[in-house]
């Protein structure tokens, strides 16, 4: 990528306006986080509400501080083990830290993205002196409207917001292909890091670091769970309707929906896929957890777009490896189909 475009990015952001770029998660939806005015600005585009918080990407662990206060060790070991990538980690915010972009709650979250094209992107924006107050944050949430299906490509950005955004700088296909992994170390005392959102890092990898395993969002207590970003119930979702069915019940299942004229599209990750399904309407993602999540959205993007009356999704494994997907899925279902 050119030096120019990035030197265009950074004025842009400088300036208060909105720049989509690439993550190795999903694209993200870029504005200078320490300004109001301009995180207001990824609200309207999003149509999101101004109580959700936004992920701050920064350009290295040496600008944490400048965000949290009252970091614990934990935080650095894990920063340590895991920056540049897809884990967000959710702290106690610094008092420079405007509440628009915690959604005015007293916890912020941080990551440094591993993809080259936003690293050099916020490398450029901070030594350029970064936005208001030179905390040099990138505020950058999914680059899309609020609650549906996140961008993994460049293409998708335009499709979703068009004009809103000043400039989209392209850097190819995600490599992760969905949203990082949120790990509350917010909480006082002894009490253990919590899960908030599963992704490419998993619980395991995170204790081994650590030396605990995290608290898992099915045994949390939601009263002081800071709100983050893809938490709600319905997200990540098609317009079209969404169901998920069983390997063994698709040939029944799909055959059914044909006799009574409906056009459905199948999103299937093993080859027991039945030959009732349309080849025109067939999405084929690998048979394992990361292969998968790196084609998932791309995929139930296609499907969304192909006039379907339903999207088939071919249940995955419950095994630990798909929490991840399982999760996006889940969302998805709960939230397709909704205007």
Not at 28 to 56: E, M, Q, S, T, W
Not at 159 to 179: F, K, M, T, Y
Not at 279 to 301: E, K, M, T, V
Request: net charge negative.
């Amino acid at each position: 990528m050119k030096r120019q475009e990035f030197s265009r990015a950074v004025e842009l952001l400088q300036a208060g306006q909105l720049v989509a770029f690439p993550t190795e998660t999903v694209y993200g939806l870029g504005a200078d986080a320490a300004n109001p005015d301009a995180v207001a600005r990824i609200f309207a585009a999003k149509g999101r509400p101004a109580d959700h918080p936004l992920i701050v990407h920064l350009a290295g662990s040496a600008y944490l501080d400048r965000w949290a206060r009252a970091i614990p060790n934990v935080a650095w070991e894990l920063a340590e083990a895991f920056w540049p990538g897809p884990l967000t980690l959710i702290l106690k915010r610094a008092p420079e830290v405007p509440y628009a972009v915690t959604g005015g709650q007293e916890t912020v979250g941080v990551r440094v993205p591993a993809h080259p094209v936003a690293l050099d992107l916020l490398r450029a924006y901070a030594q350029a002196g970064g936005g208001h107050s030179g905390l040099c944050g990138i505020a950058a949430p999914s680059a899309n409207r609020f609650g549906r299906i996140s961008p993994t490509d460049a293409a998708h950005v335009r499709e979703e917001l068009g004009n809103s955004v000043a400039l989209v700088l392209d850097g190819g296909r995600c490599p992760v292909g969905i949203e990082s992994t949120i790990i509350d170390l917010s909480r006082a005392g002894d009490q253990p890091p919590r899960l908030l959102r599963p992704g490419h890092i998993t619980p395991e990898q995170i204790a081994t670091v650590i030396g605990i395993f995290p608290e898992l969002p099915d045994v949390q207590q939601a009263v002081d769970t800071p709100r983050v970003s893809g938490s709600l119930d319905a997200h990540y979702a098609p317009l079209t309707p969404m169901q998920l069915v069983k390997t063994e019940q698709l040939s029944a299942f799909i055959g059914g929906l044909q006799q009574d004229g409906r056009r459905c599209g199948l999103l299937a990750h093993t080859r027991r896929t039945p030959a009732v399904a349309p080849a025109h309407a067939l999405r084929q993602l690998p048979d394992d957890a990361q292969g998968y999540a790196r084609g998932l959205y791309a995929a139930l993007r296609e499907l969304d777009q192909a006039g379907n009356d339903l999207i088939v999704v071919e249940d995955i494994p419950a095994a630990p490896a798909w929490a991840a997907v399982s999760d996006r899925l889940r969302r998805a279902a709960c939230g397709s189909g909704e205007e």
